[in-house]
């Protein structure tokens, strides 16, 4: 409900042909027609000079046209909620949304890097992110001991080998080493695996590679910090409790 206080105000929103925004504006009733269009033309982009206004309802009909500049809003049966759109023949629709025409500011790396109050020169001066020296090289030794732990693991696995597969949310998996090396979908050591039972996601091929033979979904590959090698001989199903 209006307020005794928003009495001479009227809440519209605002539709341009120059760009695809709908906005939520409080404008006087007192304004008159030419004094809106002067708003209108900061917020919408459009020209006041051959901008035309219409109203239309909740309904989306057409309740007047604003054709009389030296008018009030007033003398138009407008209340809140109504729509005025505005109507601007000389601009393209659109135009003021398509930055490819924007002349973009550009700055090399040579000269950002001289700048004096750039993000770039906070961080190199209070030693962050990639100019934190001792957090990086903290970093880099962790990286090449991971990397020296799985090369050496690596080297301990060989096709043939039994194993016993862990991964997080997955009950153990028992197979037989299949495949050992880097592959070509993902960066890294991979340990491909003949699952005893079909609980794998592939045949020993990977997008059209074929890494090593074994059915559909008895094939699967795993990162060698999943694997555990040793004597793993197949599981044999237990009938027993099954038979009365």
Known sequence: MTSEGDQGWVKVFVSSNVSSFLSERRFQKDL????????????????????????????????????NDTASLSSYPIIDGMRIS???SSSTAGEFEDTSKVEKFELSNEEYAQR??????????NKLGQFDEEKNSQLQKIKAEKEKKIKEMVEKISVGNRCEVHLSGHPVRRGTVMFVGETHFKPGY????????????????????????????????VRPLDITVGNFPEKE??????EI
């Open 32 to 67: 008159s027609i030419a004094e809106v269009k002067g708003k209108l033309e900061l917020l919408t982009g459009a020209s006041a000079a051959s901008m035309k206004l219409e109203l239309h309802n909740k309904d989306n009909e057409l309740v007047a046209s604003l054709d």
């Open 190 to 221: 991979w340990v491909g695996v003949r699952y005893d039972e079909p609980q794998g996601k592939n045949d020993g091929s990977v997008q059209g590679k074929r890494y090593f033979e074994c059915p559909e979904n008895y094939g699967g590959f």
């Open 86 to 88: 505005v109507i601007d």
């Open 116 to 125: 004096a109050e750039s993000l770039r020169a906070f961080k190199m001066q």
């Open 237 to 242: 199903l237990d009938l027993e409790d099954d």
